[in-house]
Structure formats: structure tokens, C-alpha cells
């Protein structure tokens, strides 16, 4: 397999722990990049969690995003990425795609 280097516009952060997956600042959305170098924006929706002991239950109808890691589901809310991301300055980024 050979990758190509596909150049991100100025405004996509790559979230480091998280690959495959871009924050955009400037309209604060999440984006996922699969195989075929296409940025896809994903759907936000509000957090519910029906059992009390999970301890997010004070996150209850915040905005988060549910993602996949490795195959485990994992969710990420938006003021956390806001937060994060409060303090990066927006440039041009350039990440690898593997071809098949």
C-alpha cells in the first residue's frame, strides 16, 4: 500500500488521539476522512444517559458527537472540543490516506 498526502484547508485540526477525525474552528463542527480522502461532516446530537451511575449524567442534552475508536464507541461533546481547541491557531495541515 502507498499513501497519499491530501492537504487539509486552513481552518481543520486534527484531533491527535483521535485519527481519521478533524475539528473545524471556524464553523466548530466535527469531520471524519475515510479511505477515499473525502472530509464528511458528522451529525451532533444531544447527550442521553439513562443510567445514573455513569457519572455524565450532569452532561444530560449538552451537544456531543459519537464517534469510533478502534471499533469502541466513544462520545465526545462540543464544549470539549471548543475548549481544546480555544488556543490553536488555524494553518495548513497535510495528512496521510493509505491507497489501496
Not at 478533524?22 to 451532533?44: A, C, D, I, N
Request: charged residues 30%; proline residues 6%.
Amino acid at each position: 500500500m502507498s499513501k497519499i498526502y491530501v492537504t487539509l484547508p486552513k481552518h481543520f485540526v486534527a484531533l491527535e488521539k483521535l485519527p481519521g477525525y478533524f475539528w473545524h474552528m471556524k464553523e466548530e463542527r466535527l469531520y471524519t476522512m475515510k479511505v477515499t480522502g473525502v472530509l464528511r461532516p458528522l451529525p451532533s446530537r444531544k447527550y442521553y444517559c439513562a443510567y445514573r451511575w455513569s457519572g455524565l449524567t450532569n452532561r444530560h442534552n449538552d451537544l456531543c458527537y459519537k464517534v469510533s475508536i478502534g471499533g469502541r464507541r466513544q462520545t465526545l461533546f462540543v464544549d470539549d472540543l471548543k475548549r481544546m481547541f480555544a488556543e490553536t491557531k488555524p494553518k495548513k495541515s497535510t495528512v496521510p490516506v493509505e491507497k489501496k
